[in-house]
T-cell receptor, first 110, second 117 residues
Framework: GESVGLHLPTLSVQEGDNSIINCAYS??????FIWYKQESGKGPQFIID?????DKRQGQRVTVLLNKTVKHLSLQIAATQPGDSAVYFCAENNFNKFYFGSGTKLNVKP | GAVVSQHPSRVICKSGTSVKIECRSL??????MFWYRQFPKQSLMLMAT?????????EQGVEKDKFLINHASLTLSTLTVTSAHPEDSSFYIC?????????????FGSGTRLTVV
């Protein structure tokens, strides 16, 4: 399979601060990326996506940045809330299959 | 929105028995479904791609005779773990693609926690 890895296994932030979660991918041919949130015992939940022809995409409180030169993705969460505590995965799409990175656990401290 | 239902959510079985997990797309037809496996505190690992009306394609290192996949209709794919052993205990998650939603049309089920004793 593809190799998609994350730089930080855990991230602790104070409630209200901004969070940045990073991801490195290996396949330069990947054309589509998604960030997922997974709460304990549940399936992944879609957060935001970005196509390879874009370098930035914004959603509600979340922004994804894509740097194809260094094959790097990041997820920015603004004004992090306790409900954001979860494990976050990036996934890359290649030939209509998604391959997941190793995940970052986000802990939001009240 | 697109909903994928996975059943059962939890199952405990004895070593040597087989277990079937169902994945259903409730409000769309999915020509392609995917099965993932996730060990505790690890990422999702793609096991196989389930194609309606044809054989599943397995990722490298996944035993096709161990993990039988049947995509009987456009809304149902099943994963059968045959002759289960404790090392097969894991969280199994399916995903279905709604072809009318393009690249963003992937929805995940809520997962099945399999424990083999």
């Amino acid at each position: 399979g593809e190799s998609v890895g994350l730089h930080l296994p855990t991230l602790s932030v104070q409630e209200g601060d901004n969070s940045i979660i990073n991801c490195a991918y290996s396949n330069s041919a990947s054309d589509y990326f998604i960030w997922y949130k997974q709460e304990s015992g549940k399936g992944p939940q879609f957060i935001i996506d970005i196509r390879s022809n874009m370098d930035k995409r914004q959603g509600q409180r979340v922004t994804v940045l894509l740097n194809k030169t260094v094959k790097h993705l990041s997820l920015q969460i603004a004004a992090t809330q306790p409900g954001d505590s979860a494990v976050y995965f990036c996934a890359e799409n290649n030939f209509n299959k998604f391959y997941f990175g190793s995940g970052t656990k986000l802990n939001v401290k009240p | 929105g697109a909903v994928v239902s996975q059943h059962p959510s939890r199952v405990i079985c004895k070593s040597g028995t087989s277990v079937k997990i169902e994945c259903r797309s409730l409000d769309f037809q999915a020509t392609t479904m995917f099965w993932y496996r996730q060990f505790p505190k690890q990422s999702l690992m793609l096991m196989a791609t389930s194609n309606e009306g044809s054989k599943a394609t397995y990722e490298q290192g996944v035993e096709k005779d161990k993990f039988l996949i049947n995509h009987a209709s456009l809304t149902l794919s099943t994963l059968t773990v045959t002759s289960a052993h404790p090392e097969d205990s894991s969280f199994y998650i399916c995903s279905a693609r709604d072809p009318h939603r393009g690249l963003g049309g992937y929805t995940f089920g809520s997962g099945t926690r399999l424990t083999v004793v």
